[in-house]
């Protein structure tokens, strides 16, 4: 959401869990309203909602969207209550998207859970992983751990040597290839172990 105060991050995060809220599926979903009244694609009261102008450089006085700490405040708060536009948003970005008929390129979300805000390209696996989990972009399994963990690699059938940014192995074996038989079998592994009461925390722990 281009929030650069800290303070107030570190306020929203305590106050997100105490009311019960997902971190990463509030981001997702206020940053789709954000970019939908940036692009036109929606039309909400900005002063209404705790938006401000500021000047802008060649269009003169404007709305600030991203980044703006109180009115994203104010959206928590609305969410949280399901009050106002918050009552839409707080369906979830896939629910809100096709509620209010924006554009299908801002419901970030894999089979109805909302996208973490990871870097896919520092880890090519990464994108295919959200697309076909079970439970959706879930970021548990974040197939990154298998560059970080050599014993998890071995335990789970993987004997090569993985290349982060392009998923290709020391052998010099095709990409694409090697990314989804990575992916697969670091989800039948996680689910697995998932299944047994396993802490998925700890699954890149484990040897």
């Given at each position: 959401?281009l929030?650069?105060?800290?303070?107030?991050?570190v306020?929203?995060?305590v106050?997100?869990n105490?009311?019960?809220m997902?971190?990463i599926?509030?981001?997702a979903?206020i940053?789709a309203?954000?970019?939908?009244?940036?692009?036109?694609?929606?039309?909400?009261n900005l002063?209404?909602?705790?938006?401000t102008k500021?000047?802008?450089?060649?269009?003169?006085d404007?709305?600030?969207?991203w980044?703006?700490?109180?009115a994203i405040?104010k959206?928590i708060?609305?969410?949280?209550?399901r009050?106002?536009?918050?009552?839409?948003?707080?369906e979830?970005?896939k629910?809100?998207?096709?509620?209010?008929g924006?554009?299908?390129?801002l419901?970030t979300h894999?089979?109805?859970?909302?996208v973490?805000?990871?870097?896919?390209?520092a880890?090519d696996m990464?994108?295919?992983?959200y697309?076909t989990?079970p439970?959706?972009?879930?970021?548990?399994?974040?197939?990154?751990?298998?560059?970080?963990?050599?014993?998890?690699k071995?335990?789970?059938?993987i004997d090569?040597?993985v290349?982060?940014?392009?998923?290709?192995?020391?052998?010099?074996?095709?990409?694409l290839?090697?990314?989804a038989e990575m992916?697969?079998?670091?989800?039948?592994a996680?689910?697995?172990?998932?299944a047994?009461g396993?802490?998925?925390?700890?699954?890149?722990?484990?040897?």
């Amino acid at each position: 959401m281009l929030v650069g105060d800290l303070e107030a991050l570190v306020r929203w995060n305590v106050l997100v869990n105490d009311l019960g809220m997902d971190t990463i599926s509030l981001g997702a979903v206020i940053g789709a309203l954000l970019e939908a009244i940036e692009k036109g694609a929606i039309q909400v009261n900005l002063d209404e909602l705790g938006f401000t102008k500021e000047v802008v450089p060649d269009k003169g006085d404007a709305y600030k969207t991203w980044g703006s700490v109180p009115a994203i405040e104010k959206l928590i708060s609305s969410i949280a209550r399901r009050e106002g536009i918050g009552n839409d948003l707080a369906e979830g970005v896939k629910r809100f998207v096709k509620a209010k008929g924006l554009p299908g390129e801002l419901a970030t979300h894999g089979k109805g859970l909302e996208v973490p805000a990871h870097e896919p390209r520092a880890c090519d696996m990464t994108a295919l992983d959200y697309a076909t989990t079970p439970r959706g972009a879930y970021h548990c399994y974040m197939p990154i751990h298998l560059v970080m963990n050599a014993n998890l690699k071995k335990d789970i059938g993987i004997d090569k040597v993985v290349d982060r940014f392009s998923a290709n192995t020391s052998d010099g074996k095709n990409g694409l290839d090697v990314t989804a038989e990575m992916v697969v079998k670091l989800q039948d592994a996680a689910e697995g172990y998932s299944a047994c009461g396993g802490c998925i925390f700890g699954f890149e722990f484990i040897s």
